[in-house]
């Protein structure tokens, strides 16, 4: 398994409380993304990073922020979690060679009551 | 627009053939993927292909992909319930940089 993990791997928080979920690879790959995955939605881009300090939104952008201040830590930001982001929440890398392939994590099960 | 199809079903018994579909609609997706979920896990990359091939086969798997039709299928060869899983097909699509753009996946149900 490529090395990813993600912490934590389950959380329980209240509506409108602020939560971070990380992402660290030891792999030193240049992209990294955060995914979010919903019975009958499969898996939505939330943001990716092609660089240190560089990221960019996804389909599903709104209510949450990201930051990579290293290569090998991404955290994504709820600022203030709603229900409607109870969801799983799955990291990825990837190199940037030709065929793009991306490596996930195991996820991070967040329920917001 | 980028969309990704699959069914979201498939049964078959063990030792049988398992053949898992998948259409695509961006004509100038690069790579396109098969990845495998096991409950409460992450996603296992299982094989990709070039748009310029039409067939990769990697042991039990075979992925053949017609470009005209934006058709996508993987087949598992001798299926084991160990197999039992959800498949997801996604593509590369140029203009989103490194995305992937994931279809909802099909759940694939092995009896013995």
């Known amino acids: 398994d490529a090395g990813i993990t993600q912490s934590p791997r389950h959380k329980v928080t209240e509506t409108g409380t602020p939560v971070t979920l990380r992402c660290h690879q030891t792999?030193?790959?240049?992209?990294m993304y955060w995914y979010r995955q919903d019975p009958g939605h499969g898996l939505r881009l939330i943001h990716y990073?092609?660089?240190?300090?560089?990221?960019d939104k996804g389909e599903v952008s709104d209510g949450y922020s990201v930051s990579r201040s290293k290569t090998e830590d991404f955290l994504l930001t709820l600022e203030s979690a709603t229900s409607s982001q109870t969801s799983v929440y799955f990291c990825?890398?990837?190199?940037?060679?030709?065929?793009?392939?991306?490596?996930f994590g195991p996820g991070t099960r967040l329920t917001v009551t | 627009g980028e969309d990704v199809e699959q069914s979201l079903f498939l049964s078959v018994r063990e030792g049988d053939s398992s053949v898992i579909n998948c259409t695509y609609t961006?004509?100038?997706?690069?790579?396109l993927y098969w990845y495998k979920q096991e409950p409460g896990a992450g996603l296992q990359l299982l094989t990709y292909?070039?748009?310029?091939?039409d067939m990769k086969q990697d042991q039990r798997l075979t992925v053949l992909l017609n470009k005209k039709d934006k058709h996508l299928s993987l087949r598992i060869a001798d299926t084991q319930t160990g197999d039992s899983a959800i498949y997801f097909c996604?593509?590369?699509?140029?203009?989103?940089?490194?995305?992937?753009?994931f279809g909802k996946g099909t759940t694939l149900s092995v009896s013995s």
């Open positions: 792999e030193n790959h240049r992209y």
């Open positions: 961006d004509s100038s997706s690069t790579y």
């Open positions: 990825a890398i990837s190199e940037s060679g030709r065929s793009g392939e991306q490596y």
């Open positions: 996604a593509e590369r699509v140029a203009q989103a940089g490194t995305a992937l753009i």
């Open positions: 292909i070039f748009s310029n091939m």
């Open positions: 990073s092609y660089g240190v300090k560089d990221t």
